[in-house]
């Protein structure tokens, strides 16, 4: 079974500019989390997507960060304007609930330099 | 919120060496999972666990849900068992996990 696919998977821009993520969950899986994980300090959730629909954004930089969930299976998350601050590895992940127990398998993320 | 705190944030072994990770949170859970970070950022899923003990080979984990911790064991331990390993929880509707801030584990030859 293929796994969570992200690309890029590194990429290197200047304050100010804008930067796309693009992200493929495991097949069946409905539920989708983009996640930020600065150096040093552990994943903190963005947003949480059930099928194409929005469950979580309270965490989400709604003024510079926007994400969506095309017909319920590919994710894109989106900076513009990046800062200095948005430098981090930015992970997707997905899960299926099985037997009551819901699991989450991340991707191997991307890693944004912001310059 | 809910807060995950763990212990130690850094430990050195040597190989074969045993160790116990420790989690503790702040609220009753209804998920919690132990992922392992490797050297190259991959997280892999451990254990889903938010009660009881299991076992997957040298790895085994214990959660007391009433006295909100859980426990992380690593027998014999190997270099590549080499990295972070955080413990992640949940107590709402939706299945957002909190992480806490991870034990960077090295292992030596």
């Known amino acids: 079974e293929a796994g969570v696919a992200q690309s890029p998977r590194y990429k290197i821009i200047e304050k100010r500019q804008s930067v796309a993520f693009w992200c493929n969950p495991i097949?069946?899986?409905?539920?989708l989390y983009w996640y930020q994980q600065i150096l040093g300090q552990g994943p903190k959730l963005l947003i949480q997507?059930?099928?194409?629909?929005?469950?979580?954004d309270s965490q989400l930089p709604k003024d510079r960060f926007s994400a969506e969930r095309l017909k319920g299976v590919d994710s894109t998350l989106k900076i513009q304007p990046a800062k200095l601050e948005d430098s981090a590895v930015y992970l997707c992940?997905?899960?299926?609930?099985?037997?009551?127990?819901?699991?989450?398998?991340f991707g191997p993320g991307t890693r944004l330099l912001v310059l | 919120g809910i807060q995950v705190e763990q212990s130690p944030p850094d430990l050195i072994l040597q190989e074969g060496a045993n160790s116990t990770l420790r989690c503790n949170f702040s609220?009753?859970?209804?998920?919690l999972q132990w992922f392992h970070q490797n050297p190259w950022g991959q997280l892999i899923n451990l254990f889903y666990?938010?009660?009881g003990t299991k076992q997957n080979g040298r790895l085994s984990a214990t959660t007391v849900a009433t006295e909100r911790y859980s426990l992380l064991y690593i027998s014999s331990s190997q270099t590549t068992d080499s990295g972070v390993y955080f413990c992640?929880?949940?107590?709402?509707?939706?299945?957002?996990?909190?992480f806490g801030a991870g034990t960077r584990l090295a292992v030596h030859p």
């Open positions: 097949s069946g899986h409905a539920t």
């Open positions: 997507f059930q099928n194409n629909g929005v469950v979580d």
């Open positions: 666990i938010p009660s």
């Open positions: 992940a997905s899960s299926l609930v099985t037997g009551g127990q819901e699991t989450q398998y």
């Open positions: 609220d009753s859970v209804n998920n």
């Open positions: 992640a929880v949940n107590s709402g509707g939706y299945n957002k996990l909190i």
